[in-house]
Structures are given as C-alpha cells and as structure tokens.
C-alpha cells in the first residue's frame, strides 16, 4: 500500500472536520473570503506557506529536494446558489446556498495532498504548484488564476485535478482517454424590433414572430448540419419578452446553451448561430445579436498521461474499480489548463452505502468522507510519480 495513502487514512478525522466547516458556510462566485481564509489557516497550521495570488484565490508552491518538473494540482472551493436539503447535521447555515458539487470535498482533499507532499518533499523531484480557485461555476475562477500567474513562475509542464462523483460509490476511479467533459457555451440572444399595439400588428416589426424563426432555425442546423455521431446538446432555456396582454414588445431576449466534446463542432455551432440571428432577424427587418456569456473549453485528457496514471497507481494499494470509456456530457473550466499543457481529471466516487439515487447539483446530494483522504493520497501518489519519472 502507498506510504501516501496509510498517512492520509490517518487524517481521516482532521479532514472529515475541515469538509465540515467548508460545508457549513458555502459562498459563491468569486467572492469567497470566508472559505479562503479558512483554507489558507488550515494550510499555514501544516507550515504550508499560502498565497492570495487573487482575492478568493490561493496558490502554494512546494519545492522538492531534488531537481525536476513542476507539476499542477488545482482544487475549486466555490459552492452553488441552491438552497440545502441533505438533513446532514453540519448543513448549510447561509440561505439558499450549498456545497452540492462537492467543491468541499475537492478543497479539502487538496489541503490534505498539500500535507503529504510538503511531508515528502525533501524526496520530490522538482515542483508541485497546488491551487484553490473560486468561481469554477460560472467559469471565471480559472481564467482569474492563469491573469494572475497561476501558470508561470515556475510554468507548469503538466497539470492533475479531481472532481467527486456522488453517483457512484468510494472506490470507483475514473479517469478516460481523450475528450472528458464537454465544451460549454452559454449565450444570449437579444432580438430588437418595434412594438405597438396588439390590435395593429402591421405597424411593428414583431420581435416575439423573429424569435420563433431564430429557435426553429437553430433546431434545424443541428439536425441539418452535424453529425448524428458528433453529441451535442443544444437547448434555449429561456425567451423573455413583454408583460402585457395586447402589447407587441419592442425586444426579446432568448438565452441558451450548448455543450459539446469536439471544439472544432464548438467553432462551427458558434458561428452558426449568430449567422443565424443576425440574418433571419433581418429577413424580418429586426436588429439580431449573440453574446456569448460564460464558456469554458473541453477538458481533453492526455492519452500517454492516463497510461503512465494507469502504471502509477499499480502500487497506490487499493483496485479501483474504473470505467476506461466514461465521459460527462458535464463542463468545468479546468478546461482552460488542460488545453495547454498535458492534464488528466479524475472523476472519484463518493456515494454513501445504502443510496440508490445521489446527484450532483441537487439539494439532497450527500458525500461519503471516506473519499477524502483516497483523494489526498492519489493525488500525493501520482503527482509524486509523474515528477519522478520526467526528473
């Protein structure tokens, strides 16, 4: 079994506690200064010196003893504007607020590798850059960190994240070659005509009517112009106009998302789609316009990287159980690392026993703790190995 994995059980306890207090006091977006300076005390109580390289964002470098590479390790602590409802006794206590993604469970278990390697770190080879990002939701966190350095002094030559999985059960491990998650795009659409009267419809330029022929246009081109092997989700979740009963209001204002694995589909759809606006809502003398509004790039794990993590963990003492073919049809903007340097996500299960149903991004969502100090040490383990192997 991994020396990191036997020291990590051992803090089993220490970091069940700091999952709790996390989990307690969930903040949102990128203002997060009760969970940063949580995290940065936890750290600096392990003689781990921490820095605020943003104002919800924190990076530690740990200089190993030998010379080497610098490898990576990022971890999210945002949490979700959605009210709690596990009955778990350390719950929410902010209203309308909740860790139902697990970020918890990601800043803690990356509190808990920074531990073990800052323990082993007269035997690393090289460099091991650990970040905690906030904002992963909305997709503006990492793009904060990497303005703010995250990727240079020392630039990072490959990069590891891990992201809980509660539908499936602790010691499940999966971590797939290639596309992993989807790109994702989320946009507005703004149509703007000329209201009047509903009783004299031939004196506007109906912004509801361009609307229908913008949605039913959009519907097409995915059914028309990319492959039925290609995924692609597209929906428009929303079209806001007007509040009266026999007013044609002036403008609407359709938002929408799409997600897929391939970013050259990506490119096309994007581009497609503001065609699309701009030229049927001419054809009926409107005024049409796309902006996209949050994005993030597909998480594409390195093929050779997952073969050397497969090597990795034949000593790590534990089988996982792993799905060489899994995918989410999910987003996450460590995407925009992965597309730069080679990286690899894990997805780990954390299901407690006894659940048939356990979602992300769900109210009732639970965590099994036993996953935390598995996640530290894998981390710890592989991170470890990859820096000794390219010393």
């Known amino acids: 079994m991994s020396d990191y994995l036997n020291k990590a059980k051992a803090m089993q306890d220490e970091l069940s506690w700091i999952r709790r207090e996390i989990h307690k006091k969930p903040e949102v977006g990128m203002d997060l200064p009760i969970t940063t300076?949580?995290?940065?005390?936890q750290?600096?109580?392990?003689?781990?010196?921490?820095?605020?390289?943003?104002?919800?964002?924190?990076?530690?470098?740990?200089?190993?003893?030998?010379?080497?590479?610098?490898?990576?390790?990022?971890?999210?602590?945002?949490?979700?504007?959605?009210?709690?409802?596990?009955?778990?006794?350390?719950?929410?206590?902010?209203?309308?607020?909740?860790?139902?993604?697990?970020?918890?469970?990601?800043?803690?278990?990356?509190?808990?590798?920074?531990?073990?390697?800052?323990?082993?770190?007269?035997?690393l080879h090289g460099r091991v850059k650990l970040m905690w990002q906030p904002g992963e939701e909305i997709f503006e966190g990492m793009k904060a960190m990497i303005a703010a350095g995250i990727m240079e002094n020392p630039a990072p030559d490959a990069a590891l994240d891990l992201h809980v999985d509660a539908s499936s059960p602790v010691g499940v491990l999966n971590y797939s070659k290639g596309p992993f998650t989807t790109s994702a795009d989320n946009y507005l659409?703004?149509?703007?005509?000329?209201?009047?009267?509903?009783?004299?419809?031939?004196?506007?330029?109906?912004?509801?009517?361009?609307?229908i022929q913008i949605y039913n246009?959009?519907?097409?081109?995915?059914?028309?112009?990319?492959?039925?092997?290609?995924?692609?989700?597209?929906?428009?979740?929303?079209?806001?106009?007007?509040?009266?009963?026999?007013?044609?209001?002036?403008?609407?204002?359709?938002?929408?998302?799409?997600?897929?694995?391939?970013?050259?589909?990506?490119?096309?759809?994007v581009e497609r789609i503001e065609k699309i606006t701009k030229e049927v809502a001419s054809l009926y003398?409107?005024?049409?316009?796309?902006?996209?509004?949050?994005?993030a790039p597909t998480i594409a794990n390195d093929p050779e990287m997952v073969d050397k993590v497969i090597g990795?963990?034949?000593d790590f003492?534990?089988?996982?159980?792993?799905?060489p073919n899994y995918r989410l049809s999910a987003s996450d903007?460590?995407?925009?690392?992965?597309?730069?340097?080679?990286?690899?996500?894990?997805?780990?299960?954390?299901?407690?026993?006894?659940?048939?149903?356990?979602?992300?991004h769900n109210p009732k969502v639970v965590f099994d703790e036993r996953a935390l100090p598995i996640a530290s040490a894998v981390m710890a383990h592989v991170a470890t190995k990859w820096l000794e192997e390219h010393a």
């Open 43 to 123: 750290l600096e109580k392990h003689g781990i010196k921490a820095e605020r390289i943003i104002d919800s964002g924190i990076s530690v470098l740990i200089e190993g003893g030998k010379p080497g590479k610098t490898i990576l390790l990022r971890g999210d602590m945002d949490a979700l504007p959605l009210a709690e409802e596990s009955g778990e006794e350390f719950a929410s206590e902010f209203e309308g607020k909740s860790h139902g993604c697990g970020h918890d469970m990601h800043a803690t278990s990356l509190i808990g590798t920074a531990i073990l390697l800052n323990e082993n770190r007269e035997q």
């Open 317 to 323: 003492g534990m089988d996982f159980e792993r799905d």
């Open 217 to 269: 246009a959009i519907a097409s081109m995915r059914f028309r112009e990319i492959k039925g092997s290609e995924f692609l989700a597209m929906s428009i979740c929303s079209i806001s106009s007007g509040n009266s009963f026999n007013i044609i209001p002036d403008s609407v204002e359709m938002r929408g998302t799409m997600r897929t694995y391939n970013p050259a589909i990506r490119d096309y759809v």
């Open 333 to 360: 903007d460590f995407g925009y690392v992965a597309r730069t340097i080679p990286s690899v996500m894990f997805f780990i299960g954390c299901k407690p026993e006894g659940l048939e149903r356990n979602l992300l």
């Open 37 to 41: 300076a949580f995290v940065m005390e």
């Open 189 to 211: 659409i703004k149509i703007k005509g000329s209201g009047c009267h509903g009783s004299m419809p031939e004196n506007s330029i109906d912004p509801l009517n361009v609307a």
């Open 312 to 314: 990795y963990l034949e």
């Open 285 to 295: 003398r409107a005024e049409g316009s796309l902006e996209i509004a949050s994005s």
